[in-house]
């Protein structure tokens, strides 16, 4: 399991800490995200019936960027506390962007205290299409009360957020 402490796109809203984690063993995909600090300020939307849907980064939204080291395509998950996801495919930077069924229906558990707020997702996914080598983006979207949206991702590359650029990505063996 790799673990990574998220970065916020604005440098001076740091009351809040984001962990996150994943881990690939054989066809198994696992993921845990960890919102720390005052978070009575953002909005978690409520459970419902999971299911797919689009659009979930408009709100609280968990996401996993995946890809192999030497391909242009990638994948995209997008997770919402709501326990509505979906995964999307993209042949290259934001092109032809159309809705994978590599990850099979997830189990999706929310955790909720005071001062902490936590995701886990784990999937399955088809044996043989993620290589050894691979390269990955862990982000958050916090929208919060006010209706703005918090971003936070493993590397900055500069001020507006992209969580496609590969250039942001980083190494998972």
Sequence with gaps: MKSYRLKNHNPTDNDTTINA???????KLKLNYQVVGDISKY????????QRADNLWLDTC?????????EDSYWEINISPST?????HFTRYKEEMRESNLFLTPQIK???????????????????????????NLS?????H???????????????????DRATFVVYL
Excluded: C
């Design 110 to 136: 929310i955790e909720k205290q005071k001062d902490k707020y936590e995701l886990s997702f784990e999937t399955t996914f088809s044996r043989g299409v993620l290589k050894e080598k691979l390269d990955i």
């Design 84 to 88: 509505k996801w979906n995964s999307y």
């Design 140 to 144: 958050v979207i916090l929208l919060n």
């Design 62 to 70: 968990f996401e996993l960027f995946i890809a192999n080291r030497d």
């Design 146 to 164: 006010k209706g703005k949206r918090n971003f936070y991702t493993i590397n900055r590359r500069n001020d507006s957020p992209n969580f496609h």
């Design 21 to 27: 984690s994943i881990e690939i063993l054989d066809s």
């Design 43 to 50: 909005h978690f939307p409520s459970k419902t019936t999971q």
